[in-house]
């Protein structure tokens, strides 16, 4: 017997169905091992020997794969076919060889690049042993990643509070939002008029034709400036005869697109799904993991992670054979098509991403997996027989026409385009970010010297427009350009910097929120080298070099800490003006932007005297007065439009910041909307000077209202709050709805529950907070506001309690009550039956979860005791690809999950937040 290697349970489980009972397949569960959360893990004194540390997953995977080598005639790794999954085979073999396990065990690696029994059966013919230079590579990634932020992070908790953390490429990332935000709100609009005429063959046919020349002199887009020019041109088109310079037509061929990479995958599925990169790959996951049919479990696309685009010889010849049956012979083209790319990292050298067999069509898929997973695999299958499919060929017509008034002679052109073939277009036409669509439209029969009628003349005001936020698909793509991170890492960057808060999505556009306007500010000041793309990009090829095996991973580290150590010391003596007067400078035109009447932006607003400037505090940054104390004034950086406009004026209540809404029919007192340091909020009333008075009442805009959105209606609910929803079933005392400092939630006595994302404090019902209530008092709420009341799945073997599958704030989870644990993200809450869950559960159970919680420690001295606890360790986890948010020294991180990342492993400040349950990301 063979033991067998991989990495998810659902992969074990299928795999095993192959192999027979000649083998034992068991799942890593992702990395079992990962640098430890504290100073000293990666050691650029000792040539950056790094310290790695078993998790207790880990570990209990290591027991477990121990106990089965006992006897067994071989250990074969086959785990997944990139550098992560050679980096987790290498580290299951170093776990193996400290317990002694092997002793001489012959150890095979392989590699498939589909879940299906031909692809592993092939695979297991052809065993290897592991690439020491993907090793390295995956080496080198992981100290640069920890490096960076572990050192860099702490530099911004001093210098700049509210920052949360800085990486190597989520850094890079960030700083391409918001140089586009800059770009945006530096542009200059500039008008410009177009001219069109709708004219008419002899035939009556009708076309539309654009001003192009006149005189002699070429016209171009934005030539014609002014609305007098335009005018002046109609009125000659208007006097004009009009008849057929030229017509040209012109053949052409348009070719398909080659199949799906990591990242075109990514691009697409946003573009025509609407689906985020992180929701991309989870979904292609499941797909590459596959689902059963007919009886057998089989994988229903290649591997995900991929920057390759051609496709196995029997790929395409499966391909070919869909074509012509579904097709007809017209759309198959003489030879197969061959892609080549340019990508020169051998770790992703595979196959592009593909159905793993093509005669499994969408509408069959679609029986077996959920909507989000068939739409994608439809996507797929598209996307790949399409590029095997015949040109497109197209006829393209130009028209010159020459318009005669007087002895003037303007011109003017008409484009058209006519499918003479559709060929791939029949079946998939790629999507395009932020373009135009090149196709013109179809024109009527034309030579040259048919006289032409004029039936109108157009003229139309344009401003050109400031270059658009980047989507998510355009950002991928042009960090692509770049060549800034590697694909199979975007996803989980564009997460990280939404998690951190660095960003936000409105109207499917990437916007930069000031805590990541701020964090690239300071970058870009204090360590501009490493945010710039050139050197990004240039490290990411050594570390491709790395991993073909052309230079030493230790030397890519040894030159990028020389310089890198050098920019961290600099930092000690930086003082806090140093920063503010380099921000207040970087993101002037965001934080003072010009004002309609000219004048001086940063001049206070209340006192008149004081200037304006960038501040630091506890919570981040704001804008204040130079006069404080005496003058108080504070506002957020940008000014979200509840700023009034300096003058006094009755309108705004005589203060800056501060819009009147209404009176309160019931005090009278005025309700104003205002802008204050950390936010806006309402207030009924003014303050008082006398310091015995009563504050006035305040009540905070929940998140996600907008100031322009909120009326007296609104406020004076708001000012209401808390208020009464509903009586408690039960003791019949009140349930109260409420604003707190970690957003809206229900009370009853002593019990409080967070509202979810789609209740409204201002409007929830006596029901639905009823239900969060008992939830909680049941203790759904340890998990979310609202606990899910799960989907049984069984009983316990040994117990007899209740298994079940709910929804929680980590996301899905089983428990039997007592223990709970997250599902990997390779597994879905629909899916798991009862023998995975009875797995996850032990699983969970043997690294400690489940037990009871000491009692609360009540005197100081116990509580002093407990600062002073160690730092627990940090789970390891699967980063596929650029960790470079490293947790920071002096920290005490909960316990991280084990998974497989896609990217960045967040830096966390110092914290001991509860324990989440292990899982594979």
């Given at each position: 017997?063979?033991?067998v290697?991989?990495?998810?349970?659902?992969?074990a489980k299928?795999?095993?169905?192959y192999l027979?009972r000649?083998?034992?397949v068991?799942a890593?569960?992702?990395?079992?091992?990962?640098l430890?959360?504290k100073?000293?893990?990666v050691d650029p004194?000792?040539?950056?020997?790094?310290l790695w540390?078993l998790d207790d997953?880990?570990?209990?995977?290591?027991?477990?794969?121990?106990?089965?080598?006992?006897g067994?005639?071989g250990?074969?790794?086959?785990?997944?076919?990139?550098?992560e999954?050679?980096?987790?085979?290498?580290?299951?073999v170093?776990?193996?060889?400290?317990?002694?396990a092997l002793?001489?065990?012959?150890?095979e690696r392989?590699?498939?690049?589909?879940?299906?029994k031909?692809?592993?059966?092939?695979?297991?013919?052809?065993?290897?042993?592991?690439?020491q230079?993907?090793?390295d590579?995956?080496?080198?990634r992981?100290?640069?990643?920890y490096?960076v932020?572990f050192?860099?992070?702490p530099?911004?908790?001093?210098?700049?509070?509210?920052?949360?953390?800085a990486g190597?490429?989520?850094?890079?990332a960030?700083?391409?939002?918001?140089?586009r935000?800059?770009?945006?709100e530096?542009f200059?609009?500039?008008?410009?008029w177009s001219?069109?005429a709708t004219?008419?063959?002899?035939?009556?046919a009708?076309?539309e034709a654009?001003?192009?020349?006149a005189?002699?002199?070429?016209?171009?887009?934005?030539?014609?400036?002014?609305?007098?020019e335009?005018?002046?041109?109609?009125?000659d088109?208007?006097l004009?005869t009009?008849?057929?310079?030229?017509v040209?037509?012109?053949?052409a061929?348009?070719?398909?697109?080659?199949?799906f990479?990591?990242?075109?995958?990514?691009?697409?599925?946003?573009?025509?799904?609407?689906?985020a990169?992180?929701?991309?790959m989870r979904?292609?996951?499941?797909?590459?993991?596959?689902v059963e049919i007919?009886g057998?479990?089989?994988?229903l696309i290649?591997y995900?992670?991929?920057?390759?685009v051609?496709?196995a010889?029997?790929?395409i010849?499966d391909?070919r054979?869909?074509?012509a049956?579904?097709?007809?012979?017209a759309y198959?083209?003489?030879?197969?098509?061959?892609?080549?790319t340019?990508a020169?990292?051998a770790?992703?050298?595979?196959?592009?991403?593909?159905p793993?067999?093509m005669s499994?069509?969408?509408?069959?898929?679609a029986?077996?997996v959920?909507a989000e997973?068939?739409?994608?695999y439809?996507?797929?299958w598209i996307?790949?027989v399409?590029s095997q499919?015949?040109?497109?060929?197209?006829e393209?017509?130009?028209?010159d026409?020459?318009?005669?008034v007087?002895p003037?002679?303007?011109?003017?052109?008409?484009?058209?385009?006519?499918?003479?073939?559709?060929?791939f277009?029949?079946?998939y036409?790629?999507?395009?970010?932020?373009?135009?669509?090149?196709?013109g439209?179809?024109l009527?029969?034309?030579?040259?010297?048919?006289a032409l009628k004029?039936?109108r003349i157009a003229?139309?005001?344009?401003?050109?427009?400031?270059?658009?936020?980047?989507?998510?698909a355009?950002?991928?793509?042009?960090m692509?350009?770049?060549?800034i991170?590697r694909p199979s890492?975007?996803?989980?960057?564009?997460?990280?910097l939404?998690?951190?808060?660095?960003v936000k999505?409105e109207?499917k556009r990437?916007?930069?929120?000031?805590?990541?306007r701020l964090?690239?500010?300071?970058?870009?000041s204090f360590?501009k080298?490493?945010?710039?793309y050139?050197?990004?990009?240039d490290?990411e090829?050594q570390l491709?070099?790395v991993?073909?095996?052309e230079?030493?991973w230790?030397?890519?580290?040894r030159d990028f800490?020389?310089?890198?150590s050098?920019?961290?010391a600099?930092?000690?003596?930086?003082?806090v003006?140093?920063?503010?007067?380099?921000?207040?400078?970087?993101l002037?035109a965001?934080i003072?932007?010009?004002?309609?009447?000219?004048?001086?932006?940063?001049?206070?607003?209340?006192c008149?005297a004081g200037?304006l400037?960038?501040k630091?505090?506890k919570?981040?940054?704001?804008?204040?007065?130079s006069?404080?104390?005496?003058?108080?004034?504070?506002r957020q950086?940008?000014a979200?439009g509840?700023?009034?406009?300096?003058?006094?004026?009755?309108?705004?209540?005589g203060?800056?910041g501060?819009?009147?809404l209404?009176t309160?029919p019931v005090?009278?007192?005025?309700v104003?909307?205002r802008?204050?340091?950390?936010?806006?909020f309402?207030?009924?009333?003014?303050?008082s000077?006398?310091?015995?008075?009563?504050?006035?009442?305040?009540s905070?805009i929940p998140?996600?209202?907008?100031p322009?959105?909120v009326?007296?209606e609104k406020?004076l609910?708001?000012?209401s709050?808390?208020r009464e929803?509903?009586?408690h079933?039960?003791?019949?005392?009140p349930?109260l709805?409420?604003l707190g400092r970690?957003?809206?939630?229900v009370q009853?006595?002593k019990?409080?529950a967070?509202?979810?994302?789609d209740d409204?404090v201002l409007?929830?019902?006596?029901?639905?907070a009823?239900?969060?209530?008992?939830?909680?008092?049941?203790?759904?709420g340890?998990?979310?506001p609202a606990?899910?009341p799960?989907r049984?799945?069984?009983t316990?073997?040994?117990?007899?309690?209740?298994?079940?599958?709910?929804s929680?704030?980590?996301g899905?989870?089983v428990t039997?009550g007592t223990?709970n644990?997250?599902?990997?993200k390779?597994?879905?809450?629909e899916?798991?039956?009862?023998?995975?869950?009875?797995e996850?559960?032990a699983?969970?159970?043997?690294?400690?979860?489940?037990k009871k919680?000491a009692p609360?420690?009540?005197?100081a001295?116990k509580?002093?005791?407990?600062?002073k606890?160690?730092?627990k360790?940090?789970a390891?986890?699967?980063?596929?690809?650029?960790?470079?948010?490293a947790p920071v020294?002096?920290a005490?991180?909960r316990?991280a999950?084990?998974k497989?990342?896609?990217?960045?492993?967040?830096?966390k400040?110092?914290?001991?937040?509860?324990k989440a349950?292990?899982k594979?990301?």
């Amino acid at each position: 017997m063979k033991v067998v290697v991989v990495e998810s349970p659902a992969k074990a489980k299928t795999i095993n169905k192959y192999l027979g009972r000649d083998y034992e397949v068991l799942a890593s569960f992702g990395h079992i091992r990962d640098l430890p959360a504290k100073d000293g893990s990666v050691d650029p004194e000792a040539d950056f020997h790094m310290l790695w540390e078993l998790d207790d997953r880990g570990s209990k995977r290591v027991s477990d794969i121990v106990k089965a080598l006992k006897g067994a005639d071989g250990l074969i790794l086959a785990t997944d076919p990139d550098r992560e999954g050679e980096a987790i085979s290498w580290h299951v073999v170093e776990a193996l060889n400290a317990r002694r396990a092997l002793k001489g065990m012959p150890v095979e690696r392989v590699t498939f690049n589909a879940i299906t029994k031909a692809a592993v059966d092939t695979a297991m013919r052809n065993p290897r042993q592991i690439d020491q230079a993907l090793v390295d590579a995956y080496l080198a990634r992981r100290a640069l990643d920890y490096l960076v932020g572990f050192n860099l992070s702490p530099v911004l908790w001093r210098k700049l509070p509210g920052a949360r953390s800085a990486g190597r490429v989520q850094s890079v990332a960030l700083r391409l939002v918001c140089e586009r935000e800059r770009e945006i709100e530096v542009f200059k609009p500039r008008e410009y008029w177009s001219l069109v005429a709708t004219l008419a063959t002899e035939a009556g046919a009708m076309f539309e034709a654009r001003l192009t020349g006149a005189d002699g002199r070429k016209i171009q887009r934005l030539d014609v400036g002014t609305g007098e020019e335009a005018a002046a041109f109609k009125r000659d088109l208007e006097l004009a005869t009009f008849s057929v310079a030229t017509v040209e037509a012109k053949p052409a061929k348009r070719h398909p697109a080659p199949p799906f990479t990591t990242s075109t995958l990514q691009q697409e599925a946003s573009r025509k799904l609407g689906m985020a990169p992180a929701q991309t790959m989870r979904a292609a996951q499941k797909l590459y993991e596959g689902v059963e049919i007919g009886g057998e479990t089989v994988g229903l696309i290649t591997y995900m992670r991929t920057d390759g685009v051609d496709m196995a010889p029997e790929a395409i010849a499966d391909a070919r054979r869909v074509i012509a049956k579904e097709y007809g012979e017209a759309y198959l083209p003489g030879a197969p098509r061959k892609y080549s790319t340019k990508a020169k990292n051998a770790q992703e050298a595979h196959e592009a991403v593909r159905p793993t067999d093509m005669s499994r069509l969408p509408k069959t898929v679609a029986r077996t997996v959920d909507a989000e997973q068939a739409k994608l695999y439809e996507l797929i299958w598209i996307r790949t027989v399409a590029s095997q499919m015949e040109s497109a060929e197209l006829e393209r017509t130009t028209v010159d026409i020459a318009a005669a008034v007087g002895p003037r002679k303007l011109d003017l052109r008409a484009t058209g385009q006519v499918v003479k073939f559709d060929g791939f277009l029949t079946l998939y036409q790629e999507g395009k970010d932020d373009e135009e669509d090149e196709d013109g439209k179809r024109l009527p029969p034309m030579k040259a010297g048919d006289a032409l009628k004029r039936e109108r003349i157009a003229s139309t005001q344009h401003f050109t427009e400031p270059p658009p936020r980047y989507s998510e698909a355009s950002l991928v793509k042009r960090m692509e350009e770049l060549g800034i991170g590697r694909p199979s890492t975007y996803a989980a960057i564009l997460q990280t910097l939404r998690d951190r808060e660095y960003v936000k999505i409105e109207k499917k556009r990437l916007v930069a929120e000031d805590k990541g306007r701020l964090v690239t500010g300071f970058l870009e000041s204090f360590f501009k080298r490493y945010v710039e793309y050139d050197f990004t990009a240039d490290l990411e090829g050594q570390l491709d070099r790395v991993s073909n095996a052309e230079i030493d991973w230790r030397e890519v580290l040894r030159d990028f800490w020389r310089d890198f150590s050098t920019a961290i010391a600099g930092t000690k003596e930086l003082r806090v003006t140093e920063v503010l007067d380099a921000l207040n400078d970087l993101l002037g035109a965001h934080i003072f932007p010009e004002k309609a009447d000219g004048s001086n932006p940063r001049t206070c607003p209340t006192c008149g005297a004081g200037q304006l400037s960038l501040k630091l505090g506890k919570f981040g940054a704001f804008v204040g007065c130079s006069n404080y104390p005496e003058c108080k004034y504070t506002r957020q950086l940008a000014a979200n439009g509840v700023e009034g406009d300096g003058d006094g004026s009755s309108e705004n209540g005589g203060q800056p910041g501060t819009r009147v809404l209404g009176t309160d029919p019931v005090s009278g007192l005025a309700v104003t909307l205002r802008d204050g340091r950390f936010g806006p909020f309402v207030q009924l009333g003014e303050a008082s000077t006398d310091k015995e008075a009563a504050k006035p009442k305040r009540s905070s805009i929940p998140k996600g209202l907008s100031p322009s959105a909120v009326d007296l209606e609104k406020a004076l609910k708001l000012l209401s709050l808390p208020r009464e929803v509903a009586r408690h079933p039960e003791t019949g005392e009140p349930i109260l709805a409420n604003l707190g400092r970690f957003g809206p939630y229900v009370q009853h006595g002593k019990m409080y529950a967070n509202l979810g994302r789609d209740d409204d404090v201002l409007e929830i019902g006596a029901n639905r907070a009823i239900d969060i209530i008992v939830a909680k008092e049941q203790g759904g709420g340890r998990r979310g506001p609202a606990a899910d009341p799960g989907r049984a799945l069984g009983t316990h073997p040994e117990t007899a309690k209740p298994i079940v599958v709910k929804s929680g704030k980590y996301g899905p989870y089983v428990t039997d009550g007592t223990t709970n644990a997250t599902l990997p993200k390779t597994m879905a809450a629909e899916d798991i039956d009862l023998p995975q869950a009875l797995e996850l559960i032990a699983a969970r159970e043997a690294a400690g979860g489940g037990k009871k919680r000491a009692p609360a420690r009540k005197t100081a001295a116990k509580s002093t005791a407990a600062k002073k606890a160690p730092a627990k360790k940090a789970a390891a986890k699967k980063t596929d690809g650029d960790a470079d948010d490293a947790p920071v020294k002096k920290a005490a991180p909960r316990k991280a999950p084990a998974k497989k990342a896609d990217a960045e492993a967040p830096a966390k400040k110092p914290a001991a937040p509860r324990k989440a349950a292990a899982k594979k990301a």
